[in-house]
């Protein structure tokens, strides 16, 4: 299939079962559930890491900070959430045959040039845009698209409802810009 010039169906990748995966993170979240008493999410890593490297740069500023006054940045379940989301993406990469030391992958290649530096850049400001969003929206897309969903809440359905929306705008946008 050829999306916005993008031939989509060269992916050489292995595909794992979207049903298998959906009956995994549905157990995970009763997992979560049950025993932290409380939803998947991964948006307040990201307050964490500001709040360490706020205490480290200007420790009294940052505790004076009504948000780290009731969300001291501390190491919990979250922030090992994240860092074994990442364990488990590279296991799953490792474990599929499909890891790879590349700094640009073939479709962005293929599209927008070899550009290790404006790679990064947009990548940087796509991972920027996200943060905000999550934070600004009270949670990010496993916050709100997994737990949020599951408990049928409409905030969360909202919120998944603008995140697919502006992903799709956005590729329009990315992949109208003519080839290189």
Request: hydrophobic share 40%.
């Given at each position: 299939m050829m999306a916005f010039g993008v031939q989509a169906g060269n992916y050489d990748g292995g595909v794992w079962s979207p049903f298998l995966v959906g009956i995994g993170l549905g157990f995970l979240c009763w997992i979560v559930f049950g025993f932290a008493k409380t939803s998947i999410g991964a948006s307040s890593f990201y307050a964490v890491?500001?709040?360490?490297?706020?205490?480290?740069?200007?420790?009294?500023?940052?505790?004076?900070?009504?948000?780290?006054r009731s969300h001291p940045p501390v190491a919990n379940w979250t922030f090992l959430f994240v860092l074994f989301t990442f364990a488990g993406g590279f296991a799953a990469a490792w474990h599929g045959g499909e890891f790879r030391n590349e700094w640009i992958h073939l479709m962005w290649r293929d599209r927008f040039g070899g550009h290790v530096a404006w790679r990064c850049l947009a990548a940087l400001l796509g991972g920027v845009l996200?943060?905000?969003?999550?934070?600004?929206?009270?949670?990010?897309?496993?916050?709100?698209?997994i737990s949020g969903t599951l408990q049928l809440n409409i905030g969360s359905w909202i919120t998944v409802t603008a995140i697919f929306l502006g992903g799709i705008v956005t590729a329009m946008l990315l992949y109208s810009i003519p080839s290189r």
């Open positions: 890491v500001a709040g360490w490297l706020g205490r480290a740069v200007a420790r009294r500023h940052t505790e004076a900070l009504p948000y780290y996200m943060a905000f969003g999550a934070r600004l929206a009270g949670g990010c897309t496993s916050g709100h698209g």
